[in-house]
Nanobody, 125 residues
Framework: VQLQASGGGLVQAGGSLRLSCAVSGGTFSRYKVGWFRQAPGKEREIVAVISRSGSDSYYSDFVKGRVAISRDNAKKTVYLQMNSLKPEDTAVYYC???????????????????WGQGTLVTVSS
């Protein structure tokens, strides 16, 4: 299974970006997918998680109301729409996947089996 994250870039505060995570290999609809981020000098943290069907999602408090996670199982892609970006959102964003029937959101790094390479988001003030 391979994950390819894309869509990062430089944006001004208040702007928007949409990240994409394309998954190849395996059966995409069986994977729970999460987005993490890691800012310089900080630990990797969960941003959002989406269930296998897309009917359930989880958001960390620091992005609630500004971010939406979605998936297109036909395109084998998960999206992270980020609005009202702040300079503190600057980080490398990673997508991760796990083939699981667990219904609870997976919030820790070590709960995911597959990782993308990361895409850099820079928000200028």
């Amino acid at each position: 299974v391979q994950l390819q994250a894309s869509g990062g870039g430089l944006v001004q505060a208040g702007g928007s970006l949409r990240l994409s995570c394309a998954v190849s290999g395996g059966t995409f609809s069986r994977y729970k997918v999460g987005w993490f981020r890691q800012a310089p000098g900080k630990e990797r943290e969960i941003v959002a998680v989406i269930s296998r069907s897309g009917s359930d999602s989880y958001y960390s408090d620091f992005v609630k109301g500004r971010v939406a996670i979605s998936r297109d199982n036909a395109k084998k892609t998960v999206y992270l729409q980020m609005n009202s970006l702040k300079p503190e959102d600057t980080a490398v964003y990673y997508c991760a996947a796990r083939n699981t029937i667990l219904t609870e959101p997976l919030l820790s790094n070590n709960e995911y089996h597959y990782w993308g390479q990361g895409t850099l988001v820079t928000v200028s003030s």
